[in-house]
């Protein structure tokens, strides 16, 4: 018999009567914290400004948490919360959607770029690409804490049973996708320290970024369970068919980012 790993994590490290503190939000947070200081040592690099990382942090903040929470209020239950517009401000209830964070930040940095010309969008969408795959890895591991966004139903070795949703052992989906965007960080990294000309052209890390995160999410969501009951009658997940945008656009990107052909 398979021995599965039995998941049965409490959401909360501890609580204060009412007030809870827990894995999701500290993981969430210390993608923020983290990658503010990986911002600090490119800014000293590259010679910009590092007292503007105070408040470029706050644009993304708010740029991520309202892209990402219009975006499963959009995307993924429309009728409702159209119907109940106050109900989209308890972020604390949960509902976050990774494809309208990325919309998110992306309009955060250009609202951000305009007042600092000095820092323009493409230099800082491109770099930005560092910290931001290591805080797509933490917030996977969050979901993995709330026992949430989980696979189907497999007999795998390593399946996860989420005591917390049912007995059947699943395609823990959030691992898999923490550990494509932790590769994708290191890889990242690597080629900022070790190939600086990869970042010469503008919005080519990006198209990597995009490529590569939203490629690897078509390929997972075939093993992930449906996030709303609408989606079993398409032909595609949401969050499949959401992706494809920005690999087309992650595509443009580093095909337009080619140096042109040299003819003799």
């Known amino acids: ?3 599965y790993i039995h998941w049965r994590v409490s959401p909360e490290i501890f609580s204060f009567g009412p007030f809870a503190i827990r894995w999701y ?23 910009k400004p590092v007292a503007h990382l105070d408040t470029l942090l706050w644009y993304l903040i708010l740029g991520t ?4 929470r219009l975006g499963h209020c959009l995307f993924y239950e429309p009728d409702y919360y159209l119907s109940n517009p106050i109900e989209i401000l308890k972020i604390w209830e949960g509902g976050l959607a990774s494809h ?3 919309v998110g930040v992306l309009v955060a ?7 600092h010309p000095q820092e323009p969008f493409g230099w800082l969408a491109d770099r930005l690409t560092i910290p931001t795959a290591l805080t797509a890895t933490l917030i996977r591991l969050g979901n993995l804490f709330n026992s949430e966004i989980y696979g189907k139903i497999t007999t795998l070795p390593w399946a996860f049973v989420f005591e917390r949703v049912d007995p059947h052992p699943r395609h823990p989906t959030q691992l898999y996708e923490a550990s494509v965007y932790f590769l994708l960080f290191g890889v990242l990294l690597y080629l900022y320290r070790r190939h600086l000309p990869f970042w ?4 080519r890390p990006l198209g990597l970024f995009l490529l590569w995160v939203f490629g690897w ?20 997940h949401m969050g499949q068919l959401l992706s494809i945008p920005f690999i087309a656009l ?11 052909i040299q003819r003799s």
């Not at 939000?25 to 010679?47: T, V």
């Not at 940095?109 to 007042?115: G, I, T």
Request: charged residues 20%; positive net charge.
């Open 1 to 3: 018999m398979i021995a």
């Open 25 to 47: 939000g500290l993981l969430f947070a210390s993608g923020f914290l983290i990658g503010y200081y990986i911002m600090q040592a490119i800014y000293k690099r590259e010679g």
């Open 65 to 68: 948490v309202i892209g990402a």
């Open 100 to 102: 309208g964070g990325t």
């Open 109 to 115: 940095l250009w609202l951000y770029s305009r007042r």
């Open 200 to 203: 010469q052209k503008p919005f």
């Open 217 to 236: 999410r078509i390929l997972i969501e075939f093993v992930k369970e449906p996030q709303a009951s609408f989606e079993e009658n398409l032909p595609l």
């Open 250 to 260: 992650g595509l443009y990107f580093l095909f337009r980012s080619k140096p042109p």
